[in-house]
């Protein structure tokens, strides 16, 4: 998902979200090798627009892993309970447009 396309389908979504307001974060996260994170992203979307190589996201909306020949589908829409992890030996780089939905 590019950054414009992120932009621009946010009010849709958080019109379909039932909400008017919300204020947009752009989030850069390093990873170390294995490590992962765990973010609770409840009334917030997470729109994936760049990861490297040996990053896999599980969300309650889906998942994202390139490296997962068995998916059919890589979601790059993420929230409610969401975790990231680098399943590579080299620091990882992932990039996101967070959307917090005000009310």
Request: proline share 3%.
């Amino acid at each position: 998902m590019t950054e414009e396309f992120a932009i621009r389908y946010t009010p849709q979504r958080v019109k379909e979200r039932g909400f008017q307001t919300y204020r947009m974060v752009f989030q850069q996260l390093q990873l170390a090798p294995g490590e992962h994170i765990d973010l609770a992203a409840y009334n917030e979307i997470w729109f994936l627009v760049k990861a490297e190589e040996g990053i896999s996201i599980h969300s309650d909306l889906g998942r994202y892993d390139e490296d997962n020949p068995l998916l059919s589908e890589q979601v790059h829409e993420h929230g409610d309970a969401i975790t990231i992890h680098n399943t590579s030996g080299q620091h990882r780089n992932v990039t996101f447009i967070q959307i917090l939905l005000l009310a």
